[in-house]
């Protein structure tokens, strides 16, 4: 089915994700390039990189010169940022944050580093579209196999059986999977629209030309969620394998650069802002929790039409039908009374006059009126043509037709 605000679309759309294939992931980058090996940080800079820290993986300098401070061999990561990683020699200084030093770059464009399936590693963070981060509130959003076996999910990050998920779209399974098992997942709804006035709010910081991360008031999708400025000018986001501005990962917003001192930092959430119902104009119209139709301080409402109206006024509805001379629709005025609606212009007929329609006094009439709860609808009241219950003891029955009664199409003429 199709929710409100979205178009109706049967099949796949953008809820539904084939995860990318986790059992093997290789980095390849410049070992010889100081932008993006950096012997200050020791840093290796890959743009929204897929590592986590405790990650065992392979080091290789592709045929050149290795990184002064590693060779081709086994080391584990330490997530320095969303776009940087260190190194450590082992799982305790990874968690530590003991990072090797990288005292010279190495020579060669093509050195890697490869995490896999590797009997050790249980945790790999779930992407699809070939580096894009899954957007993963709640483990039974995906759907993992192991060796063609459906994996239980379970939502913490310690899972006895089956898979859970940790904070930034991690998987952890229960058991670490080998390098022989064969994997496949998909992703059930990264994210639905919210119909929230406060989806458009807006978070401000101020740059200190250290800070690079800014933590948001709310989860946004990906950067393309939030609009962020520096002084008023616009940032563009980072997008998989194109570094920008700035890159977001659940509520956590993460600059290339910091920003600098003093720098107005602004953070607008692009999403759905619903009608409110505050305000003097009176033009937005909400509903109640028991489904009644209001608008802000009880204003007029006004339809599409030929100047129809109707002014809210408490639990009353008035209803007036401006312009042209005779007719529903045109010219007359229905107003609330005891007994139902009523006409009460020159155009129409009310309750006091209404007995004189009834008994034949000659004069025509035109309008909708209700009497007693009935509705009559009649292009020209004269004689004794009328729908309705007694009305003044002039009804016998609860239908009095004095003529012939035709059907027209949709209308009935008496």
């Given amino acids: 089915m199709s929710y409100l605000g979205n178009r109706p679309a049967t099949g796949d759309n953008n809820s539904f994700k084939i995860l990318d294939d986790i059992t093997s992931h290789t980095l390849t980058f410049d070992g010889s390039s100081s932008s993006v090996v950096s012997t200050v940080d020791n840093t290796v800079t890959a743009h929204n990189h897929r590592f986590l820290t405790g990650q065992r993986v392979t080091y290789n300098d592709g045929g050149g010169t290795a ?41 060669g464009t093509a050195h890697t580093l490869n995490v896999a399936f590797d009997g050790v590693n249980t945790k790999f963070r779930a992407t699809y579209s070939s580096g894009t981060k899954a957007g993963i509130r709640r483990a039974a959003q995906l759907q993992v196999s192991i060796n063609g076996v459906i994996q239980q999910p379970q939502d913490n990050a310690t899972p006895t059986t ?55 008031s709310k989860d946004p999708k990906d950067a393309r969620n939030v609009l962020v400025t520096l002084d008023g000018v616009v940032q563009y986001p980072s997008s998989p394998g194109v570094t920008k501005a700035y890159d977001v990962s659940q509520n956590v917003l993460t600059f290339t650069s910091a920003p600098a001192l003093g720098v107005d930092i602004s953070v607008r959430h692009i999403g759905f802002a619903g009608p409110s119902l505050s305000g ?44 042209g001379s005779s007719g529903a629709g045109a010219g007359g005025t229905f107003a609330v009374s005891s007994t139902g609606i009523h006409t009460a212009s020159s155009v129409g007929v009310n309750t006091t006059a209404l007995s004189d329609a009834l008994v034949g006094s000659g004069s025509s009439f035109q309008g909708m009126y209700v009497s007693n709860g009935m509705v009559i609808m009649d292009n020209t009241l004269n004689g004794n043509h009328y729908i309705g219950t007694a009305f003044n003891g002039l009804m016998a029955g609860p239908v009095n037709i004095d003529g012939v009664l035709t059907i027209d199409g949709n209308y009935v003429v008496v």
């Fill in 280 to 323: 003097s104009n009176g033009g937005s119209v909400g509903i109640t929790s028991a489904g009644n139709l209001i608008n802000a301080d009880a204003k007029t409402l006004n339809f599409i039409g030929l100047g129809n109206t109707f002014a809210v006024r408490g639990n009353i509805v008035d209803i007036s039908i401006a312009g």
């Fill in 162 to 216: 089956g898979f859970g998920i940790d904070v930034d779209s991690i998987i952890v399974f229960s058991q670490a999977p080998i390098s022989t098992d064969i994997f496949w997942g998909s992703l059930v709804a990264s994210n639905f629209p919210t119909f929230d006035i406060s989806d458009n709010d807006t978070d401000t910081f101020t740059g200190d030309n250290s800070a690079v991360s800014f933590t948001l």
């Fill in 67 to 107: 990184i002064t401070g590693l060779s081709d061999g086994v080391y584990y990561v330490i997530k320095h940022g969303h776009n940087t990683i260190q190194l450590a020699a082992n799982a305790s200084d990874a968690a530590s944050g003991a990072a090797i030093n990288l005292s010279a770059l190495g020579a």
